[in-house]
């Protein structure tokens, strides 16, 4: 049972590349988040997925954008790179909302140079 | 929106000690999870507690809602224990967890 992965788990890109952050979950959960988490400081969510169809914007949405594929999948895009994207971003999953309480993925380190 | 803060931000410990860590919240909160987020950067939830108390091992964990804080318990720390522990809380009907900045600790041999 492998939980939340993500791909990739490391990433530089040139300011103005795009790229797309990949997560998968097994569980079956309905709830899907994305974090990023800069040094010294907690997670602070960009978009969240509470159940397949729906997405919404969390605290720091700018630059990014998402797609809920499936039950199972759940991507971040970033369509133009900027240093201040430099950040290790993490997938969460959960069965309904907050209930239950969170998996996290391994995180994926980007750096944008 | 909702804050969260904790205490202390740094906390050094001989192994064997014990300690508390503090989360405050500024509104009333559906859900509560706490984690712990190890060396290495792996994120792992040790409660789900929107309220009451729970006990997992030498980890237990309390939250009073209507006063608008949760309290970590370690006891007979271990080096194993050393990382960042978070609090994070749902606003009522949000489906948005915010987490606090954390409490960063170093468990000493």
């Known amino acids: 049972n492998a939980g939340v992965t993500q791909t990739p788990k490391f990433q530089v890109l040139k300011t103005g590349q795009s790229m797309t952050l990949q997560c998968a979950q097994d569980?079956?959960?309905?709830?899907m988040y994305w974090y990023r988490q800069d040094p010294g400081m907690g997670l602070r969510l960009i978009y969240y997925s509470a159940s397949e169809g729906t997405t919404d914007k969390g605290e720091v949405p700018n630059g990014y954008n998402v797609s809920r594929l499936n039950k199972r999948e759940f991507s971040l895009r970033l369509e133009s790179a900027a240093p201040s994207q430099t950040s290790v971003y993490f997938c969460?999953?959960?069965?309904?909302?907050?209930?239950?309480?969170?998996?996290f993925g391994s995180g994926t380190r980007l750096t944008v140079v | 929106g909702i804050q969260v803060e904790q205490s202390p931000p740094d906390l050094i410990l001989q192994e064997g000690a014990n300690s508390t860590l503090r989360c405050n919240f500024s509104d009333s909160v559906n859900n509560l999870q706490w984690f712990h987020q190890n060396p290495w950067g792996q994120l792992i939830n040790l409660f789900y507690i929107p309220s009451g108390t729970k006990q997992n091992g030498r980890l237990s964990a309390t939250t009073v809602a209507t006063e608008r804080y949760s309290l970590l318990y370690i006891s007979s720390s271990q080096t194993t224990d050393s990382g960042v522990y978070f609090c994070a809380v749902e606003a009522s009907g949000t489906y948005k967890y915010i987490f606090g900045t954390g409490t960063r600790l170093k468990v000493l041999a």
């Open positions: 569980m079956n959960h309905n709830s």
């Open positions: 969460a999953s959960s069965e309904m909302g907050g209930d239950y309480g969170y998996t």
